[in-house]
T-cell receptor, first 111, second 113 residues
Framework: QKEVEQDPGPLSVPEGAIVSLNCTYS??????FMWYRQYSRKGPELLMY????GNKEDGRFTAQVDKSSKYISLFIRDSQPSDSATYLC???????????FGAGTRLFVKA | GAGVSQTPSNKVTEKGKYVELRCDPI?????LYWYRQSLGQGPEFLIY????????DSGLPNDRFFAVRPEGSVSTLKIQRTERGDSAVYLC???????????FGPGTRLLVL
């Protein structure tokens, strides 16, 4: 079993839809939770960074962490065609630096 | 300012050959990471440098893989006796320090024929 599980999709939505992406994990030592966006043939780009449980909002993006359920989510409001990319969840345990990534979910936003 | 750069952007080699992949981190970043990303997968950790020393090389798959960062800036990932299974995108990232935001380069696409 992988430490971080993420549905690879693809997920296709119409422009303006609310998108929900999520990951589950098995290691309770994870304390830092990130979401990266990766466009084709580019490196990942950090979108959201959350420490421990709770919510964090940045513009159209909201990240949620539920440590009791070992479940994290990324919500994208008013999705745009430019949001079409692969979204990777990632985690680091306390005192660590090794980032563990999910497999990524491919998102397509149709105009 | 300039981001993380990686060269070459693409590398095609034959099975059994030796390859070197270069990473230029953001100036002033002391932490440097190498990852490998296979098609349809997320990046997989290979090695982490803090300054000149490899703080954690537990992700290197076997002794054919080696990385150096002699002056605490540029890093080179070296792969000996390449195998077809080594084909992947090799990503480099740098950060100001541990637990800081990692900035990724565009990657080197390695194809072993």
């Amino acid at each position: 079993q992988k430490e971080v599980e993420q549905d690879p999709g693809p997920l296709s939505v119409p422009e303006g839809a609310i998108v929900s992406l999520n990951c589950t994990y098995s290691n309770s030592a994870f304390q830092y939770f990130m979401w990266y966006r990766q466009y084709s043939r580019k490196g990942p780009e950090l979108l959201m960074y959350t420490y421990s449980s709770g919510n964090k909002e940045d513009g159209r993006f909201t990240a949620q962490v539920d440590k009791s359920s070992k479940y994290i989510s990324l919500f994208i409001r008013d999705s745009q065609p430019s949001d079409s990319a692969t979204y990777l969840c990632a985690m680091i345990r306390t005192g660590g630096f090794k980032t563990i990534f999910g497999a990524g979910t491919r998102l397509f936003v149709k105009a | 300012g300039a981001g993380v750069s990686q060269t070459p952007s693409n590398k095609v080699t034959e099975k059994g050959k030796y390859v070197e992949l270069r990473c230029d981190p953001i100036s002033g970043h002391t932490a440097l990471y190498w990852y490998r990303q296979s098609l349809g997968q997320g990046p997989e950790f290979l090695i982490y440098f803090q300054g000149t020393g490899a703080a954690d090389d537990s992700g290197l798959p076997n002794d054919r893989f080696f990385a150096v960062r002699p002056e605490g800036s540029v890093s080179t990932l070296k792969i000996q006796r390449t195998e077809r299974g080594d084909s992947a995108v090799y990503l480099c990232a740098s950060s100001l320090g541990t637990e800081e935001t990692q900035y990724f380069g565009p990657g080197t696409r390695l194809l072993v024929l």
